[in-house]
């Protein structure tokens, strides 16, 4: 089943004098359970689509579905709703909050929508255990590590049970076991409970933890590969020979 569906997705940043068009008319579907990765060299647009398809940012013209719902149309208040019920979010940063307990932090989706605390409780315990920080529950986001951070922003990520999580390079900040125990975690989730993850990535390791990873250049689809039955370290192989093809070098969006 298609969670996600964008059709002809234009994204231009200024005015008429001085516009600059990030995405052209860009096609993409995801599939419910899925974990794709988005790749491009800088300035392909890749952050930007992140963005879009994931609410923060409004697209300039197009269609972005995700469960059925065209999101792109939706005014403020009602998009707040969609976001507190069907989306999560991983960032760079974590985005912890320093005040809260690990075990806060993780819960602050529910104490949102209201879920009874013995539910809470024991989503919680669930996710924690699997995410192996079950134990650092009543510690403070800085007296853990940089690994253990990003593993609550995921549980936090995952605890209301979202249609799509969108993770926006997860592993940008963490050393390369930090970034292995994660993205074997997030691997594990999306197999486990079916979770449906969109992660943008420039590091092919990374990326090779994905069923398919698709390349964006000059704001479109460039081509796509899908792992299939393939090994990790293969898929590693054929990832860093399109990323080699792509290569250039520009601005960030």
């Known amino acids: 089943m298609v969670i996600l569906e964008a059709t002809k997705i234009h994204k231009s940043y200024g005015n008429k004098f001085n516009k600059q068009s990030v ?17 491009g060299a800088s300035g392909s647009g890749k952050t930007t689509l992140l963005n879009v398809l994931s609410s923060i940012d409004k697209i300039s013209d197009g269609s972005i579905k995700i469960e059925g719902k065209e999101i792109s149309g939706m005014k403020e208040k009602q998009l707040a709703e969609f976001r507190k019920n069907h989306l999560g979010f991983i960032f760079q940063e974590y985005n912890l909050l320093d005040t809260l307990t690990v075990k806060e932090n993780i819960l602050l989706p529910l104490s949102i929508t209201k879920t009874p605390r013995k539910e809470a409780d024991q989503r919680f315990q669930a996710l924690a255990t699997e995410l192996g920080i079950a134990d650092l529950k ?18 936090r990520a995952f605890i209301h049970e979202p249609s799509i999580i969108f993770a926006d390079e997860p592993t ?36 090779s933890y994905c069923s398919r990873v698709i390349f ?34 520009q601005n960030e969006y």
């Open 216 to 249: 964006i250049k000059d704001g479109q689809i460039y081509t796509q590969l899908n792992k299939g039955e393939e090994t990790r370290q293969t898929f590693f192989k054929d990832i860093m020979k399109t990323q080699g093809v792509l290569g250039g070098v």
């Open 172 to 207: 940008g900040a963490l050393d390369s076991k930090s970034a292995s125990d994660l993205l074997n975690k997030l691997s594990e989730l999306n197999q486990k409970r079916k979770a449906t993850i969109v992660m943008v990535t420039h590091d092919p390791v990374a990326a």
């Open 23 to 39: 995405l052209s008319g860009l096609d993409i579907s995801i599939e419910e359970g899925e974990f794709v990765s988005i790749m």
């Open 138 to 155: 009543n510690k403070y986001p800085n007296e853990i590590s940089g690994g253990q951070k990003q593993r609550t922003s995921a549980a």
